[in-house]
Structures are given as structure tokens and as C-alpha cells.
């Protein structure tokens, strides 16, 4: 192609000398034949790209139809089941809900319901017209130390950082949950003006950069924390541990996006890259963590405070309980987020291999709280890929007390899955800060969507709970989901994941499957030992086990 290409350029060539000798009007062919040649000739000699190199020009339609893949997939190819991250069918119910249209569907469900993994809800003959429900309950949020308690939708928009989405974003969603009455997680880029002016409920969220709250070294700032936490459209705060899109990995703001107006928000120094470390500096123990916690809610007034993590060493949440009971220190709530959230952009080994999924991590907290006999101080919200009533009841099934979604309320805004969100290139401005795509979001609109699109989904899981003869989500329970695992067996999430008696972390007999976690935990530190452990740490985990466990186990 190399020689060919020479051939044609040499052609073009000639035939432009020709036709301008001809006429000198025709020299004006060479704007269309000379940007082809000296592409041709730059491609022939430059040593990145060995395709364009030994196809000059041409080769260069690889990168435009890589570029056209994922929308003619979208559009073209792929079924209403089987996209990812999230499919038509998904996409559809949100869009439809979003805009108050016809969200019924025709002729059957379109899901194979004999496939492995599809799951249902036991419904009762003794259903309840939703009607006689309450079509917005709440849960309120607060433990027994805390003064401001606040009465929490069981649906509220999870962590977005203004930054990662546009200024009109972010004025959308907070409009939305003013005129929806719920919560808007802030994400950790800290408290902005467009979160401040609809007047929107906030959670303002705090990371490892401590942004909106830190000292110029980076370390947390308590008195710029209590300035920000005592106004009153802030009625939670979460401390960020991990989340799902990339637990246990930092960031960096590079100093281009660190303008005047960000520089402002996060308080960091305007044109300097600034860093989002992997853990935090203000403490290092789970004790400390708590003591942060307690430290927290007295500045903020009393109001609940919280943590969110993604589940990884099991063995650190259970150090976390232990710390609990020691300190009598417990957090109002705990965001379980899923290995599957991903609205934060991130290596792919994170966001593909790294962290719990959703189910099982609210499934285990919930356990373990239980076993520790928490629970009854602290409120579980469950964070990853919900977007649908049944989505919700299976949560909070599990044990969740209420749930937050991202990309569910992105699609409510117009999102599209162009998959662009970590390129500033948004075509319908939702995670942009180019001004000239963020135009296309028109705030006054799309905020009704987001809370057509709450209340909707909120109903559409009360709708639920009636089918199934319940009045409130706090009955749900475990027995009332059932997943196909395998073409011959159903179990009930109660057959997948069973409930342990409450209080049975606090001595011993521990159920078996604890066994591993409480000799490994300790509430001095998040890793105490490695996951080696001796018999002399099995006994001390639960002396009257009869079973006799090996070295390394």
C-alpha cells in the first residue's frame, strides 16, 4: 500500500500540474488533491502507528470506525437485553419514566426467565392495591447520638462530583431532588454553587482529598468542615472509604482543570495538580475512624454522619464492629457501594476486578451488623446499578434500609451510554465542562425529569411491595426474591445468603462462616495480620469449635 499510495500521490500530482498549465483556475484542484498528499507523505514517516504507516491515509479509517463502533452497536446491533453496562430495556423504562410516558411493556417479557441468574418476587394472593400505600416512604436516618435526624426517600441520587459532570448537571439533579423531595449525594469534589442554588437536600460526601474542607498540606480542615456542614441544605455527611467504580485507588486533578472556580470549591491551589490519595490521612485505625466519625457529627451539630465503602478484605469491616462495641461509637449510616457502580472513571482492572459486587456486600454488612447486634443503630444504603422498582425491593430485601443510583439518574438527565464520560466529549453535556455541550442540557427541563423519574420508580416499587401483601419496605425479607441457579434449582436469597441470629459476633460459638473473619480482625487495625492464620487465632476466634483447623487455612 506503500508503493500504491506513492503512485497515487505521484498522479495526483501530475494531473494537478496538467490541469493548472491548462487553465490557472484548475490549480485550485490542489486544495483538494494536496491535503491528501502531505498526509499521505507525513503518515509514510511517522513511527507511532504501524497501520497508517504502511496504509498512508487510509489507514486512518480504522480510528474513524473505531470511533462509530459503540453507536452503531448501540443502534443497530445489539438486542434490548444484552447491553452493557446497561441494556435497552433499562435504558427505555428510565427514559420513559424520566418524561412521564407509557413505561408498560406488550406481549410478554422479553428476559429468558429459564437462563441462570434470572430472579423474581413471591407475590401474595392477598395483594394490596397501591392505592391504600404510602407512595413516598421514608426512612429516618439518625442513631442514638445523634441531635438532627433526617427523614431519608428510600431512592436518592448517589455521589457525582461537580467536575465529573457539568455545572447544568448538577443544577438539574439538585433542582430535581428539591422538587422530588430527596437526597443529593454531592460526591467528593465538595459542596459547589449549582448544589447550593435549586436548594436541594445535600450529603455532602468527604474523600481521602478532603476537598472543600482541607488544609493547604491536604490534611482536614475542621473548622472550613463545620463552616460547610452547619448550613442547613446539608443533612448528611458521608465519609468516602472506597467506592465501586475503583476501591482502593487515589486520583489526580491535573492543574489544567484546576481552574479559579474549582480552586474555590475544593480549596486547593488554582493551576497545581492536586492529589486524591487512596486512603485517608486523618486517621488509620478503624477506632480512629469512629473517633472521625463522633468528631464529625458533634461539629456538624449533630447531624448523621456515615461512611461508604466497597467490601474487599472482609475482615476490616468486621475490625470496624469491633471498634463499635470497644468505643460505643457507632456511624447513623453505611453506603454499601457495589464492584459494579461506575460513574467515576477508572483503570479497568478496578473496575472489572476489583471490589465486592452490590448483593453480596449488603448482604454481608447487614449480617455482620446484625451479628454484632448494630443494625438497630444504623441505617444501610445500598449503591451500585439500581434503577428500577424491583431493583430497589431486591436491596433492600437484603437488608438495606434505602438506596442511592448515578447513572439511573444520568439517564434521567439524557444520557445516552455514549461511553465518553472520561473524555469531556458528552454529547448531551451530562459529564462535560465543554460549554458548548453543556448548552444542550436545559436545566428547567431535565430537573422535572429527574423527579418524574424518582417518583415514578419509587412508586413502581410500593406497587411491588403490595403485589407481594406487604405495606412497608422494612418487611421485605430475604425469602421474597428467588434466583434461578441452575435449569433444576431455585433458591430464595434466604437459601442464598441466611440470616444469623442477632448477637452472635459478640461470643463465642461464632457460626461457622465467621469463624475466618473475626480471628483475622481486630480493632487496633484494618489489616492485622495476613490471611495465614495459626490455630492458636482459629481458637481464639471460637475456642469451642470441634473441628481442627491446619496451618494456613
Known amino acids: 500500500m506503500r508503493k500504491a499510495f506513492v503512485a497515487i500521490a505521484a498522479f495526483l500530482i501530475t494531473l494537478n500540474i496538467m490541469l493548472g ?135 436518592n441520587i448517589s455521589a457525582m462530583s461537580f467536575g465529573s459532570l457539568s ?72 465519609i468516602k472509604l472506597s467506592q465501586g467504580a475503583k476501591p482502593g485507588h487515589g486520583g489526580m486533578l491535573p492543574a489544567k482543570k484546576v481552574t479559579a472556580e474549582v480552586a474555590r470549591i475544593r480549596l486547593v491551589p488554582e493551576g497545581k495538580d492536586v492529589l486524591s490519595p487512596p486512603a485517608h490521612s486523618a486517621f488509620n485505625t478503624p477506632i480512629g475512624l469512629l473517633e472521625f466519625v463522633k468528631s464529625l457529627r458533634d461539629l456538624s451539630g449533630g447531624k448523621p454522619v456515615g461512611f461508604k465503602l466497597c467490601i474487599g478484605r472482609k475482615s476490616e469491616f468486621y475490625a470496624i464492629c469491633k471498634a463499635m462495641i470497644e468505643t460505643g461509637i457507632y456511624p447513623d449510616f453505611i453506603t454499601v457501594d457495589g464492584g459494579e457502580g ?92 465543554d460549554q458548548s455541550l453543556m448548552k444542550g442540557l436545559v436545566v428547567e427541563d431535565k430537573k422535572v425529569r429527574v423527579k418524574n423519574f424518582h417518583n415514578l420508580t419509587v412508586a413502581s416499587a410500593v406497587e411491588l411491595l403490595g403485589a407481594a401483601g406487604l405495606r412497608e419496605p422494612h418487611q421485605l425479607s430475604r425469602a421474597y426474591i428467588n434466583r434461578r441457579i441452575s435449569p433444576s434449582v431455585i433458591q430464595s436469597y434466604l437459601e442464598t445468603f441466611p440470616y444469623i441470629p442477632a448477637g452472635s459476633l459478640l461470643k463465642t460459638p461464632y457460626p461457622s462462616r465467621f469463624e475466618l473473619g473475626m480471628a483475622l480482625s481486630s480493632s487496633a487495625s484494618f489489616a492485622p495480620t495476613d490471611y495465614k492464620i495459626s490455630a492458636v487465632d482459629y481458637a481464639h476466634a471460637n475456642p469451642y469449635s470441634d473441628t481442627m483447623h491446619d496451618e494456613g487455612r
Not at 484548475?26 to 507525513?42: A, K, Q, S
Not at 441494556?87 to 408498560?104: E, H, V
Not at 482529598?209 to 446539608?234: I, L
Not at 438497630?376 to 433492600?396: C, E, M, Q, T, Y
Open 342 to 433: 461506575g460513574t467515576g472513571a477508572a483503570p479497568q482492572e478496578f473496575s472489572n476486578s476489583v471490589g465486592m459486587p452490590l448483593r453480596e456486600g449488603v448482604a454481608f454488612v447487614y449480617d455482620v451488623l446484625t451479628g454484632f447486634d448494630l443494625k438497630r443503630h444504623i441505617k444501610i444504603i445500598a449503591s451500585g446499578k439500581v434503577s428500577s422498582g424491583f431493583d430497589l425491593v431486591k436491596n433492600i430485601a437484603l437488608g438495606a434500609d434505602m438506596c442511592n443510583a448515578a447513572r439511573g439518574m444520568m439517564f434521567a438527565l439524557g444520557c445516552i451510554q455514549a461511553l465518553e464520560c472520561n473524555s469531556n466529549t458528552c454529547p448531551t453535556g451530562v459529564a462535560t465542562q
Open 21 to 155: 498549465l491548462y487553465h490557472p483556475f484548475l490549480w485550485w484542484f490542489f486544495v483538494l488533491t494536496g491535503p491528501f498528499v502531505i498526509l499521505g507523505i507525513y503518515d509514510l514517516y511517522q513511527p507511532k502507528h504501524s497501520i497508517v504507516r504502511n496504509y498512508p491515509v487510509f489507514g486512518r479509517l480504522r480510528y474513524f470506525m473505531e470511533e462509530l463502533r459503540p453507536k452503531v452497536y448501540q443502534y443497530f446491533v445489539e438486542s434490548d437485553t444484552n447491553g452493557t453496562p446497561y441494556n435497552r430495556l433499562n435504558r427505555s423504562l428510565i427514559y420513559q419514566r424520566a418524561k412521564k410516558d407509557n413505561d408498560t411493556i406488550p406481549f410478554g417479557t422479553q428476559l429468558n426467565v429459564y437462563d441462570n441468574g434470572y430472579e423474581w418476587l413471591s407475590h401474595s394472593i392477598a395483594a394490596i392495591s397501591h392505592h391504600d400505600l404510602n407512595l413516598d416512604p421514608r426512612v429516618l436516618v439518625g442513631g442514638p447520638d445523634c441531635t438532627i435526624p433526617y427523614s431519608a426517600s428510600i431512592y
Open 167 to 238: 455545572q447544568n448537571a448538577i443544577l438539574a439533579l439538585n433542582g430535581g431532588a428539591k422538587l422530588g423531595n430527596f437526597a443529593h449525594n454531592t460526591g467528593e469534589g465538595g459542596i459547589s454553587d449549582y448544589h447550593r442554588k435549586p436548594g436541594g437536600d445535600l450529603i455532602w460526601q468527604i474523600g481521602t482529598g478532603y476537598f472543600g474542607c482541607r488544609n493547604d498540606d491536604g490534611t482536614f480542615n475542621y473548622d472550613a468542615y463545620a463552616e460547610r456542614a452547619k448550613t442547613d441544605q446539608v443533612k448528611m455527611i458521608e
